[in-house]
């Protein structure tokens, strides 16, 4: 019964801070949420703010999960990781990346909580540039970088838009950075400097 209550209470701080933010949601709404009592859930957690840190890390975990599957099923090329994120987009439940919602909320860079959310944003990078390597791209470690702004920037407008296609958008910038640089061109050789007629 205690891990049941656990569960229950990391389910409703998923779902209530994910809708509506963490500042919007005290404790004593997670309870009723939840059904769990005052006692139980300090037995389970020192405060909300251990809570938050909690339901992060479960975020990390299966959304990471999430996209390396959906991922895999389209193909495994580093352009999947933008068809994956339009699929989240076309959700009706979709509220931006849980990540950043919590690190604009939570300011302090030292407090847990924004740290647990940063470091799902470095193990995406890691993702990502493994992703990379593994397709042959050069410089994967920078393309990485590169990816994640695209990817924060599709999840962001996709929130403001209320559409997935800013996926598709950032999807054929990646292409570009994909993309093998052009030939350059050879240079005209042998070129007249004395047109005809002004030959001295």
Known sequence: MATK???????????????EGIRAVGVERLLAESGVGRASFYRHFDGKDD????????????????LAQAVADR???PLAVFDALAESFATEDFRGCASINAMVEIT???????????????????????????AGHPEPAALAE???????GAT??????????PAQRAREIA???????APEKPATAGKD?????KRS
């Open 108 to 134: 302090d860079p030292t407090s847990p909580a924004h740290r647990v959310a940063a470091e799902h944003k470095r193990s995406v990078i890691a993702y990502l540039e493994e992703l990379l390597a593994s």
């Open 156 to 165: 962001v407008t996709a929130l403001r838009e209320r559409s997935a296609e």
């Open 51 to 66: 809570l938050v840190v909690t339901m992060l890390r479960g975020y990390d975990e299966r959304w990471r999960s999430w």
């Open 75 to 77: 193909g495994g090329s």
């Open 146 to 152: 590169r990816f994640i702004l695209l990817l924060d």
């Open 193 to 197: 400097l004395h047109p005809a007629g």
């Open 175 to 181: 292409a570009t950075l994909l993309a093998p640089p």
């Open 5 to 19: 209550a656990r569960e229950r209470l990391v389910q409703a701080a998923e779902k209530l801070f994910y809708a």
